[in-house]
């Protein structure tokens, strides 16, 4: 089947693109209110594009009837969020900070979480988040509707047993993030297996590589 994006509706270059581009990370964003009132949002357009600099992407679409999320008035407010990374255990509390509440509620006291200050921003981590990244606002490049948000990483908290005994790589027995496939469908990292890459034919290297 044939699919011309530039004739389709939304919705339908939607269901396409979010079934078959997955599995997608979660994002559990947390934002500080005008009134200093905690916010909790899941989003699943997101993913890290550099390491150097430190950047991520959130992408963040309006309600149906137009209105900004109250993510994104509080990080172009405050230029500023927390990426908290979802695992099973976190799961459906997620789903809680995703309904769609009165904006003078607190998500994450309603999910049943708790917070801790941030090292380096006013807005507060998530303590049961495996991974927790603290991230400035670097630019926000506005797409109709949607916006894409680049945020700078300026501080991680990783719980310690989600790390080998050295701490330099992932313990992948007990770091096991869930992403979002399409509609209700996730997928979690519980069955994880190495795949090395094949050595190079000695005909395909560079010649001051043979020997």
Known sequence: MEFDFTRMEAQDRYRLLTNFIGPRPIALVSTRSATGRNNAAPMSFFNVFSHDPALVVLGIQTRPDGQEKDTVRNIRRDGEFVINMVDMALSQAMLVCGLAVAEEVDEVALAGLTTAPCAHIRARRIVESPCAMECRVDRLLEYGRRL??????????????????????VNPEVYQPIARLHADNYITSDRQFVLPAPPMPAHLRPAAEVK
């Not at 894409?148 to 790589?169: F, N, P, S, T």
């Open 148 to 169: 894409l948000i680049i945020g700078e990483v300026v501080q991680m908290h990783v719980q310690r047993d989600c790390l080998d005994a050295a701490g330099r790589y």
